[in-house]
């Protein structure tokens, strides 16, 4: 079993930045990549960003390139997604997941198994 729990959710204003936590225990993610997915009120769960198990490689959705970067620190089994040049349509619950095979880097929410419950993150205008 893999439990995942965000951190770092708040409020900001348009244009600031934050920076999300995702921290594993249990099974960790030893092998895996691990994704970020984010859900707006009354919208669909969307793909943000994932990463695979050795940091080389990266996939971002188109809104939020060069703006967002994903990252981790496998020693502490913990994923990071920084948020720069935030936009009020950035408001969303955001989530960390896990790749349920290993060795791949999955933009489909399906192919993800474990998820953590979330953290909130509010961009004022």
């Known amino acids: 079993q893999v439990h995942l729990v965000e951190s770092g959710g708040g409020l900001v204003q348009s244009g600031g930045s934050l920076r999300l936590s995702c921290a594993a225990s249990?099974?960790?993610?030893?092998?895996?990549?691990v994704g970020w997915f984010r859900q707006a009120p009354g919208k669909e769960r969307e793909f943000v960003a994932t990463i695979s198990w050795s940091g080389d490689s990266t996939k971002y959705a188109d809104s939020v390139k060069g703006r967002f970067t994903i990252s981790r620190d496998n020693a502490k089994n913990t994923v990071y997604l920084q948020m720069n040049s935030l936009k009020p349509e950035d408001t969303a619950v955001y989530y960390c997941a896990r790749d349920r095979r290993p060795w791949g880097l999955p933009v489909d929410l399906d192919d993800y198994d474990y998820w953590g419950p979330g953290t909130q993150v509010t961009v004022s205008s």
């Open positions: 249990g099974r960790t993610f030893s092998g895996y990549a």
